[in-house]
């Protein structure tokens, strides 16, 4: 229940916990950009700690190349050990971070290399993305008519300053935050939001 301020008795509402997020720099960006890489320390951040062959067969990949990649990713702090979930020889990992922030500055870097692992990044999350929608589409008839309800594929144009722009940008992620510790329900559903705001010229201009 909302704590009451002394002073005037309104309701106090608990602020939302900011998730434990990455910036990326040069350097992290360019350990990262892998297309395995992305995709084992996206598995990591939503289902959990797991081991080089659980994710090699979530993955449809070979467990040396998971266990080469998870230990390039750890040594860009991205992953760590998870001792408290292996008991046996087999080493288990967990994600470091909840998420991760891309600095656009990245994508016109002096250097190639860091350009390049730009473009290999944006394009992995893209194809991330498109998979994740395709495979909800193929698989919406499986879920119930109030699951289908709760599920959206809106597209919308306005017209914004920059500085518009990126207030919107930033009061949606303060928005999906503030669900992000809501007390577990019975039917609750892991849920992925994607968003993507860009600028676009009109045919006149």
């Known amino acids: 229940m909302?704590?009451?301020n002394a002073a005037s008795g309104a309701p106090q509402q608990?602020?939302?916990a900011e998730p434990n997020v990455r910036t990326l720099d040069a350097r992290s960006l360019r350990g990262l950009s892998h297309?395995?890489?992305i995709r084992l320390l996206g598995a990591l951040r939503r289902e959990g700690p797991a081991?080089?062959?659980?994710l090699a067969e979530r993955l449809g990949e070979s467990s040396g190349a998971t266990s080469y990649h998870l230990r390039q990713l750890a040594a860009h702090g991205f992953v760590e050990d998870a001792p408290e979930h292996g008991k046996g020889r087999e080493r288990w990992?967990?994600?470091?971070?909840?998420?991760?922030?891309f600095d656009e500055s990245l994508m016109f870097a002096d250097d190639p290399e860091t350009r390049g692992a730009a473009d290999v990044f944006l394009g992995e999350i893209m194809k991330i993305h498109t998979q994740e929608l395709s495979t909800w589409l193929g698989e919406a008839h499986e879920w119930t008519a109030q699951w289908r309800r709760g599920a959206?594929?809106?597209?919308?144009?306005?017209?914004l300053t920059p500085e518009q722009s990126h207030e919107l940008i930033h009061r949606m992620h303060e928005l999906i935050n503030s669900y992000r510790d809501l007390?577990?329900?019975e039917d609750s559903e892991m849920v992925r939001v994607h968003t993507h705001t860009f600028p676009r010229r009109t045919a006149s201009e």
Request: glycine share 4%; hydrophobic share 25%.
């Open 152 to 159: 959206d594929l809106s597209d919308f144009t306005l017209r």
């Open 93 to 101: 990992w967990k994600a470091s971070h909840d998420g991760t922030r």
């Open 51 to 54: 081991t080089a062959s659980q």
């Open 183 to 185: 007390p577990p329900a």
């Open 2 to 4: 909302p704590e009451k």
């Open 35 to 37: 297309p395995l890489r």
């Open 14 to 16: 608990t602020p939302a």
